[in-house]
């Protein structure tokens, strides 16, 4: 492993296999001990950190990315564990995973909160959280409820392929084993729908004390920062150096409460744009923060009067072993820079422009014959894509934009195929565009609509899900549509 730090220059072809080695035999041999609790949760008490295990893991020559000695690593794990005991937020999954003694429920409820959490605010998440824990308590009543009865818990949070797999994941559980949440990291992987490394490694160490480290972007930021990784963090080699780093750090006693302070570490305290330095429990140990006082050193030496010659122009971070190529630091192109502080890390890749979509969208409405209650006419998505399996008004998207006389002719065409006969294109008309921000694509949508009450617009999707521009509706029969109102809840039973 070490050498591979220092030597980079012509071993970048066999890093990757190295550290995955490493990661499998040192992730194999705690898994192994961990089986032997036989599903029980140890008292923090009776163990004691292992100093021998901590200097195995540890690489033997350069220490630039890592850490210099199994005592860094047992001072970084005290520190963090003091200020999380001390200043964590009280929220609820964690009063689950410390309350609840049936094993199975904490695994859903740490499950369900990870899930939440992708992508999400903490903010937002709680009152979802409570509401769902309300409704679906145990992994058994999840998976009694109906998809439609999900996505109606999930609405507002975005990303609803999320639920969906949730529910996939407790169904299967229900059915397949019996109501047993699988137990390891390993497991969790391989037979969960939607769970991935990171959140298997979450689960299995915040409701089963499983030993492993988790890598989600707070963690990234605090390893990238206080092992002064400056590469793109997204590459596999930096994301292979970051899942081993946190299996190294991950506390032995509790991995849990660990994993989680270095995630509210990255939260409140690292954070992206503001990072409060003074306050890092962990400032002795962090690279990025080393730097930036060396900097106001040297700045302060030269108000003082100290030659030229005794400083140098630009600060000395290149102390890695790996002689300006190492795949860890800062890229040479895009060095140090000296406004940005401890914000040089960690780098990510330029962001590609947003895509551009046009969606054609019809939204077709009736009376109820009884009571004159309007109905809106609803298609289903497919299972997999962009808001898979949700329902909306039926929509075409267009290759290219096209003209209104031709989108009136796509849209009709899809109408048709959908309803058969009911419906003529005299009745069509556009009532205006609608664009939205998604963080995978851009959509353009245009909107056309067919009933008694006819409502045509078009709506633009682009890059991040933050809201809506909306352009100014168009007049229809003397009378100003809202897009908006075409969301209105109202009877989503097709006609
Ligand atoms: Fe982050 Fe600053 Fe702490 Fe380093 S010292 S880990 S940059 S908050």
């Known amino acids: ?18 550290i995955m080695n490493k990661m499998k035999a040192s992730v194999k041999s705690r898994r192994t001990s961990l089986k032997r609790k036989e599903n029980t949760i140890m008292s923090p008490q009776k163990k004691k950190p292992c100093f021998k295990q901590i200097k195995e893991e540890l690489p033997k020559e350069n220490i630039y990315h890592t850490f210099k000695n199994p005592g860094e690593i047992y001072s970084f794990r005290a520190s963090l564990l003091s200020w999380y005991d001390k200043n964590k937020r009280e929220l609820p999954w964690r009063r689950m995973a410390l309350s609840e003694s049936n094993l199975n429920k904490r695994g859903y409820a740490v499950w369900v909160s990870e899930i939440m959490l992708q992508q999400t605010q903490v903010a937002t998440v709680i009152d979802y959280y409570n509401k769902w824990m309300l409704r679906w308590s145990n992994l058994q009543d999840l998976a009694k409820a109906t998809l439609e009865e999900v996505n109606q818990m999930w609405s507002g949070l975005g990303y609803y392929s999320r639920g969906k797999r949730l529910h996939e994941g407790a169904q299967k559980i229900s059915s397949e084993f019996k109501g047993e949440m699988p137990r390891s990291a390993e497991e969790l992987q391989k037979l969960l729908p939607g769970v991935g490394r990171y959140t ?65 570490l990255g939260a409140t305290v690292c954070t992206p744009k503001a990072p409060l330095c003074a306050e ?15 900097e106001r050193e040297m700045v302060s030496k030269r108000l003082l009067g100290n030659t030229a010659s005794q400083i140098s122009s630009t600060p000395d971070i290149e102390e890695c072993g ?49 009571d004159d209650t309007e109905e809106y006419f609803l298609v289903q998505r497919p299972n997999s894509g962009l808001l898979a399996g949700m329902w909306e008004f039926p929509s075409v998207l267009l290759r290219t934009e096209v003209k209104e006389k031709k989108q009136k002719c796509i849209i009709f065409d899809r109408l048709t195929e959908l309803m058969g006969n009911l419906v003529t294109d005299t009745h069509l008309q556009n009532i205006g565009e609608v664009f939205r921000l998604f963080k995978h694509s851009s959509v353009n949508e245009k909107q056309l609509a067919k009933g008694e009450k006819l409502q045509c617009g078009s709506e633009k999707h682009e890059g991040k899900q933050k809201g809506r521009k909306r352009r100014a509706p168009k007049e229809v029969q003397g009378q100003q549509l809202s897009i908006n109102s075409f969301f209105q809840p109202a009877a989503i039973k097709p006609l």
């Open 280 to 294: 890092c429990p962990v400032q002795t140990h962090c690279r990025a923060y080393q730097q930036v006082i060396k």
């Open 200 to 264: 298997a490694a979450a689960i299995a160490s915040i409701a089963f004390e499983e030993v492993i480290g988790v890598v989600d972007g707070n963690v990234t930021r605090v390893l990238c920062r206080a092992k002064a990784i400056g590469a793109d963090c997204t590459s596999p080699t930096v994301t292979e150096a970051l899942w081993m780093l946190a299996n190294t750090l991950v506390d032995l006693v509790r991995p849990g409460d660990f994993n989680q302070a270095m995630m509210e």
């Open 322 to 370: 790996g002689g300006g190529n190492c795949p860890l630091c800062l890229p040479e192109k895009e060095p140090w820079v000296s406004d940005l502080g401890v914000m040089n890390f960690p780098r990510k890749p330029t962001k590609k422009p947003p895509r551009i979509e046009h969606t054609l969208t019809c939204v077709v409405t009736r009376r109820r014959d009884n």
């Open 1 to 18: 492993m070490l050498q591979l730090f220092s030597s980079f220059t012509n071993r970048k072809t066999i890093l990757m296999d190295i």
